[in-house]
């Protein structure tokens, strides 16, 4: 018992002393404003910190206040948030600032009940709030905590699971130095993101390595355990990128996904699942399948030659996309028969730039209302949505409107080479 005491207080102190002496100088490091570090934090979920440092910049400075988030339009958020990915993670955070400005007046509470009450806030960013922000005595438990720990006392239980998280907090919250809870907690991140990395960790630099069990033991490289997680599933989809002809000339159609789910009211171009490996690599088959499912969702288009191959990963599964470029087919691009969202029945003709909107149902014949017909003036910039839930949203963009939405990455590339005058 008193080893293991010792090698305790031991490592708490020598991690603070190195912490103190080598911390990095990161922008949300240089502030104590709680909102900021709430930002900082979300951010820093899942993605590195020299990916993260920029985004935090224009976020807090476009964004400075709780208030000024959660008045903001979510379009742009979600714009200042693109290319770092889990968009759920921005919707969230204006969700709960929101949440902020009703229950507590702006400021971010500094009670872990109350803060574990506002979307998007788990028992890690808590802590970390409540350590870094406030100096309270919290656990912050992330992966490079519980593989520092894990290596540290030679731990082997499986870190994948709840229950080992329950007891590394405990042990975490044992850890911490009586008033130093925000130092202690960012040094323990640092040294698990610096120098007791995943793979190849720098022992010999390590401020905690004299009483460090897996170097002892020499399984610095086996620990922690962790169940393999499922590669992600692929998914198969042909996309399409059809180009406006005549008054449209210059423009893409493009959607935006719906207001739930993967990807929510993002934009993109439009694109479909294909069941078939074989008919997705088809050069025959794939355009065909492609025209077809279109079709079925309102869209008339006729392909016209293969542009390239994309990729986007997330967490549980992979998009492999095949583009094809497209104009529409003889007749036009919207089709009345349709039975999903793009059905006339539920079109809704929104014009931006001042007009009007048009509905399909008093308005105009479904055969009038075609996407690319050529009696869209260039200036209405006409978007179609469906007006029941769960529907997407096409519109006609230029390059210009292109840099003012908010994309998936993989949408977002491909259609910077077009606009750039790359061939896709």
Known sequence: MKKITHAKAAFSRKLLEWYLANRRDLPWRRTR????????????????????????????????????????????????????????????????????????GG??????????????????????????????????????????LSRFFGLEDDVARPATRV????????????????????????????????????????????????????????LPVKAKAKAPRPEYRLAVLVEGAGP???????????????LARLWELPHVEVPDPEVWESPEAAPAWLAGALEAEGLRIKPKRFAGEAEH?????????????????EGGLFSSAGTTPAAASGLRLAETAGASAYS????????????????????????????????????????EEFAEMAWPNVFRRLLASYFEGERV
């Not at 210059?250 to 789910?261: D, I, S, T």
């Not at 998009?319 to 104009?327: P, S």
Request: hydrophobic content about 45%; aromatic content about 8%.
């Open 33 to 104: 404003d709680p909102y900021h570090i709430w930002v900082s934090e979300i951010m820093l979920q899942q993605t590195r910190v020299d990916t993260v440092i920029p985004y935090f910049n224009r976020f807090v400075e476009r964004f400075p206040t709780v208030r000024d988030l959660a008045e903001a339009p979510e379009a742009e958020v979600l714009k200042l948030w693109e290319g770092l990915g889990y968009y759920s993670r921005a919707r969230n955070l204006q969700a709960a600032a929101r949440q902020v400005m009703e229950r507590h």
């Open 107 to 148: 400021r971010l509470p500094a009670e872990r009940e109350a803060l574990a009450r506002l979307k998007g806030i788990g028992p890690y960013t808590v802590g970390a709030i409540l350590s870094i922000a406030f100096n309270v005595p919290e656990p912050a438990v992330d992966g490079n905590v519980m593989r520092v």
């Open 167 to 222: 007891r590394m907090e405990a042990l975490a919250r044992e850890l911490i130095p009586e008033g130093h809870a925000g130092d202690f907690n960012q040094g323990l991140m640092e040294l698990g993101a610096l120098v007791c990395t995943p793979r190849a960790p720098q022992c010999a630099v390590c401020p905690v390595a004299a009483e460090c069990e897996a170097r002892r033991s020499g399984r610095q490289e086996s």
């Open 248 to 262: 449209l000339a210059g423009r893409v159609l493009v959607r935006q996904r719906p207001a739930e789910g993967l």
């Open 313 to 329: 990963t997330f967490s549980h599964l992979r998009w492999r996309i095949r583009l094809w470029t497209a104009e529409a087919a």
């Open 360 to 399: 399909a149902a008093h308005s105009a014949a479904p055969s009038d209302l075609q996407l690319g017909s050529r009696s869209a003036a260039r200036s209405a910039q006409p978007a179609f949505s469906a007006a029941q839930d769960g529907a997407c949203t096409y519109r006609w963009i230029t390059r």
